[in-house]
């Protein structure tokens, strides 16, 4: 086929259901966020055990001195963490620290909920930039 005949590929249509599952999946993060990133006192160092209801699918315990593994446990943390859990497992400066790599790692809804949310972290990911 020449390239004068070739068609664009449809863009999805974000109308009705899909546009409600959407907005649904986005509100459950917001409903999870802090009122401030102040209200961070998570572990800057050790070994953190997550409860089950977080870490349901993989590793459970985490060694903040493990690059790694922290950038590990602040993503398991944000996509699967409760309100009360945000507080209890993330720690401000760390998150501040890792957010210019860490918001590669999230995805997409709860990349944007966070930086919607909190305008600190996206200028911090246009200071490393």
């Not at 802090?34 to 590793?59: F, I, N």
Request: without cysteine; neutral net charge.
């Amino acid at each position: 086929m020449s390239s004068s005949t070739q068609h664009a590929a449809p863009t999805p249509d974000l109308a009705g259901p899909v546009a409600e599952d959407l907005a649904l999946y986005r509100q459950k993060f917001r409903l999870r966020l802090p009122e401030s990133l102040d209200e961070l006192h998570g572990p800057t160092q050790g070994v953190v055990e997550l409860p089950l209801h977080m870490a349901w699918s993989g590793m459970t315990s985490y060694d903040l001195g493990n690059p790694r593994q922290r950038m590990g446990l602040y993503r398991t943390v944000l996509h699967e963490g409760l309100r009360d859990d945000l507080p209890r497992y993330l720690n401000q400066d760390l998150l501040l620290q890792l957010w210019p790599v860490l918001r590669t790692l999230v995805g997409r809804t709860v990349r944007a909920v966070w930086e919607d949310a909190f305008p600190q972290l996206a200028s911090r990911t246009r200071a490393a930039a």
